[in-house]
């Protein structure tokens, strides 16, 4: 291919493929298989907590540390995937993490106590932070710009679907069986990719030549940049999953690393923008596209995250449900999901990215809104729907977002730019499920001063209440003494169960209005050439 046609299609060529001989859509599906075991365990685990906790003898703020641990690290690599990716090889760096966490995996099944355990996840989350910038980036290379919606759409199934389905059967397994499992079943998987992967994806000579390229000016390790990422992502991740446990700052703990990682990612931007060879590439953010892209993904992982979390956490602790039945109201979603991901590939060749993006937050937003009208008798299908309203527009979501974040990026750029796009969601992800947790705490403390007002001896609804339960209570052959007793517990228990869906009614109302403000970040994307390639700079 000449130049001039290379440049006219964003650098791409076939020379460039990392599908080689094979089919590009085989490539997708085979690159999938390690995206869906990482995000899967991602949410698979916070299911077990408690399992954990009881197998391993510790209590369950201890056992938040196998989370909080593979976060800090999945955070720390990720940004830095890029680079790896690009000095490494995407090929061997790929294999390499998904040969870790397959290993790390195992090792978390075989752990004998909680400080091995977190060892294992930091080992874990190491192997995952790679994973999908590679994947991302190989997806890039296989397909010209004009198909990567179709390639995204495959890809996309993983990343939405896994999350849904990590709840039920992360429930299902540690209800049945036991908390080891949902770490020894990653084992085979990460095999079953590895081999793939390897008989099957080729290393594109574009990359090889890249990889020459910068290897013949001499190896610079960033290394003052990878101190700043380390320490800021590392402590925001640990602030925003540790905080509202610890009384955010009020916490003296919880005070140094956010202060530690405002300082760091300050002193990362300054750092980075001086270099020529920056460890992440952080002028990308200052693009139009790129960075629109960038905080409309921190959009989409924080609803997506939040309300995988929250929604289940609702019917459980309010809705008397099992972690297995919680997790069946997430299943119909994610068959909408599977079925929309196609569609919105085929739509993204003939309908503008920012238009379909501002679709889905639309459509988010109205499926947060429609949970605000939870009562405490809602039926499954009920909660189901807002699942399924929420899977209708995640598509609309994630693939343009993805799709268009390529846009004007040269192929040795899409490394950094698949790093910082998963940055983006894992990011999201944990500020949307901090945000949740606190709004959710925040609002119970304001609507328990609210109610408890009520809660008088002298009120005349409270008395008459009273009297009403009492003989109730006595019906049921109580004495007089412990239906009294009995009355005052039920309205105690009552009044908290309507503080709670109140909380949880203000949490879907926060959702719904970032997903609101996503939309006219996507209306501010530039047109896209739909019937060309898209542009190389």
Not at 231 to 250: A, I, K, T, Y
Request: hydrophobic share 50%.
């Amino acid at each position: 291919m000449s130049d001039a046609a290379q440049a006219g299609s964003g650098g791409w060529s076939p020379e460039r493929s990392a599908a080689g001989g094979h089919n590009p859509y085989l490539i997708a599906f085979v690159v999938s298989i390690a995206t869906f075991m990482e995000v899967l365990d991602t949410t698979i685990a916070n299911v077990a907590l408690r399992y954990i906790a009881g197998g391993l003898a510790v209590g369950i703020d201890e056992s938040t540390y196998v989370i909080t641990s593979y976060l800090v690290a999945n955070a720390i690599v990720l940004s830095i995937s890029g680079w790896l990716s690009t000095v490494i090889g995407r090929k061997r760096f790929y294999m390499i993490c998904v040969g870790t966490f397959a290993l790390a995996s195992l090792l978390c099944g075989l752990a004998w106590n909680l400080e091995a355990l977190v060892v294992f996840r930091v080992l874990q989350g190491i192997g995952g932070g790679g994973m999908a910038t590679s994947e991302q980036a190989i997806l890039a290379d296989s397909f010209p710009p004009a198909k990567r919606g179709q390639a995204f759409a495959i890809y996309g199934i993983a990343v939405v679907v896994a999350p849904v389905i990590g709840p039920t059967l992360g429930g299902w397994i540690s209800d049945n069986y036991s908390w080891h499992w949902i770490f020894l079943i990653n084992v085979p998987m990460g095999m079953l990719s590895l081999f793939l992967v390897g008989a099957l994806v080729n290393e594109p000579s574009g990359a090889e030549e890249d990889r020459r390229k910068l290897l013949a000016k001499g190896l610079r390790f960033d290394y003052m940049g990878f101190v700043f990422v380390a320490v800021g992502l590392g402590s925001l991740e640990f602030v925003l999953d540790e905080g509202q446990r610890n009384d955010w700052f009020g916490s003296t703990m919880i005070l140094s690393f956010a202060i530690a990682s405002a300082f760091c990612l300050i002193a990362l931007v300054i750092w980075e923008l001086r270099r020529e060879d920056p460890i992440i590439e952080i002028r990308l953010l200052g693009q139009r596209q790129f960075g629109a892209c960038f905080l409309a993904m921190l959009g989409t992982g924080a609803i997506v995250i939040a309300t995988t979390q929250i929604l289940p956490q609702l019917l459980q602790t309010e809705l008397d449900y099992t972690a297995y039945l919680a997790g069946l109201v997430l299943s119909p979603g994610g068959l909408v999901t599977m079925a929309m991901m196609p569609i919105t590939g085929r739509l993204i060749g003939s309908v503008q990215p920012r238009y379909l993006i501002a679709a889905g937050a639309s459509i988010a937003a109205l499926s947060m809104w429609h949970l605000t009208g939870i009562t405490g008798d809602i039926s499954y299908g009920y909660a189901a729907m807002s699942r399924i309203y929420l899977a209708i527009g995640l598509p609309l979501l994630f693939l343009p977002v993805t799709t268009a974040s390529y846009d004007g990026i040269p192929p040795d750029k899409t490394n950094q730019s698949s790093a910082l796009i998963n940055v983006a969601r894992n990011l999201g992800g944990s500020m949307g499920v901090a945000l949740a947790q606190t709004v959710l705490a925040q609002r119970q403390q304001f609507h328990q001063s609210r109610l408890i007002e009520h809660i008088a001896p002298s009120d005349i609804g409270y008395q008459q209440t009273i009297e009403k339960m009492t003989r109730f209570f006595q019906a049921q052959g109580s004495n007089a003494s412990d239906a009294a007793g009995q009355a005052v517990a039920w309205v105690g228990q009552t009044l908290q169960h309507q503080i709670d869906l109140l909380a949880y009614i203000d949490v879907f109302w926060t959702l719904a209005m970032i997903g609101t403000v996503m939309v006219p970040i996507a209306l501010s994307l530039r047109t896209i050439d739909l019937n060309a390639p898209a542009r190389g700079h």
